[in-house]
Structure formats: structure tokens, C-alpha cells
């Protein structure tokens, strides 16, 4: 069984930055891909962006440029470097985890909330 904690997020102004976090614990987290949701008012959950066995990552053309993520294998986290944040990219933000070859997320944390003012 594997549990996230999301934590780091905030309100920022237009052009700030913020950095999320997610701890892991549970099954072996390095085999794991790991990526980030956010769902915003009225609208669907939507992919941000992920990181695969490897370091793999991928993004939405939506935060390309602007968002990073990384993760520490020893720490058992992943974080996600948001710059120049924009009020679109006000949601909350999940992380989320799934076993190597898996098709799904299975497991998800609870959810931060980003919010950014213009």
C-alpha cells in the first residue's frame, strides 16, 4: 500500500513560484511512476506532469518551460517547481503513483491547493 502527502502549496501572485512536495511510504517508491493532477473549479482532473523509472519525464504542453519535476529516491518524495504561476494554473494538485507497467493511477494523495492572483 502506498500513501501520499501532498504539501507546499499556497497563493502567489502572478509570476511567482511555488514548490510542491509529495512524500511517499509504503511499497518500493524508486519503481514507481509518479506524476502530478490538478483540477480546477468546474473542470475535469488533467495531467501536469510525471516522472517514470530513470528520471523519464513528461509534461503538459500547457507548463513546458515552466514547471519541473523531480524526485529523490532516497527521501521517498517527488516535488514539482512551478515558475512564472499564472491565475490559469490556480487548482489543486494532486500527486499520484503507480506501479511500473501499470496503465492507471492507484494511488493518490489528498490534494494542496495552488492559487494564483493576477
Known amino acids: 500500500q502506498v500513501q501520499l502527502q501532498e504539501s507546499g502549496g499556497g497563493l502567489v501572485q502572478a509570476g511567482g513560484s511555488l514548490r510542491l512536495s509529495c512524500a511517499a511510504s509504503?511499497?518500493?517508491?524508486?519503481?514507481?511512476?509518479m506524476a502530478w493532477f490538478r483540477q480546477a473549479p468546474g473542470k475535469e482532473r488533467e495531467f501536469v506532469a510525471a516522472?517514470?523509472?530513470?528520471?523519464?519525464?513528461n509534461y503538459a504542453d500547457s507548463v513546458k518551460g515552466r514547471f519541473t519535476i523531480s524526485r529523490d529516491t532516497v527521501r521517498n518524495t517527488v516535488s514539482l517547481q512551478m515558475n512564472n504561476l499564472q491565475p490559469v494554473d490556480t487548482a489543486v494538485y494532486y500527486c499520484?503513483?503507480?506501479?511500473?507497467?501499470?496503465?492507471?493511477?492507484?494511488?493518490w494523495g489528498l490534494g494542496t491547493q495552488v492559487t494564483v492572483s493576477s
Open positions: 509504503g511499497e518500493t517508491f524508486p519503481s514507481y511512476t
Open positions: 499520484a503513483a503507480k506501479p511500473r507497467g501499470n496503465s492507471v493511477y492507484n494511488y
Open positions: 516522472i517514470y523509472f530513470g528520471a523519464h519525464s
